[in-house]
């Protein structure tokens, strides 16, 4: 079986990207680490949980794609619009150089998806960006 990367950029820019969004909860852990421990510990929680987040929507994504057979020499970045409680609502292909039958399949996969949501709320992001190739 052939594995594929799913980078899943969360939590900035793009109303978000996870990996990101835990980067600029980094930054604030860091920040709040001199002014207050307390706060400092929910900070850490924080960027674990959205570090979490972004490895389950990664593994979702992998489960609902792993089995589409794209080129090697492909990519495809696409923009997945969710509602809280993780129902895929929109699905935009940016980037994509993948068949033009790939690309209906991953499009058709992803907006039949409900990701993952119960127990990130506190990190839930409604438009994410995912880039779409196989791992090295």
């Known amino acids: 079986m052939v594995r594929y990367l799913v980078s899943a950029m969360i939590g900035l820019g793009l109303s978000a990207h996870t990996a990101e969004a ?20 929910a900070w850490d929680h924080q960027a674990q949980l959205a570090r979490d987040y972004a490895q389950s929507i990664r593994t979702d994504l992998r489960a609902a794609l792993g089995d589409l057979a794209w080129p090697s020499d492909t990519i495809c970045a696409a923009e997945i619009t969710q509602l809280p409680g993780g129902l895929v609502v929109a699905v935009k292909l940016q980037t994509c150089t993948f068949p033009d039958a790939i690309q209906r399949a991953v499009l058709i996969r992803l907006k039949e998806r409900t990701l993952p949501y119960k127990g990130f ?3 839930f992001v409604r438009r994410i960006l995912v880039n779409l190739r196989k791992e090295q």
């Not at 909860?25 to 421990?37: R, V």
């Open 22 to 41: 835990a980067l600029q909860l980094d930054a604030k852990t860091s920040a709040a680490q001199a002014d207050a421990p307390a706060e400092s510990q």
């Open 121 to 123: 709320e506190s990190v």
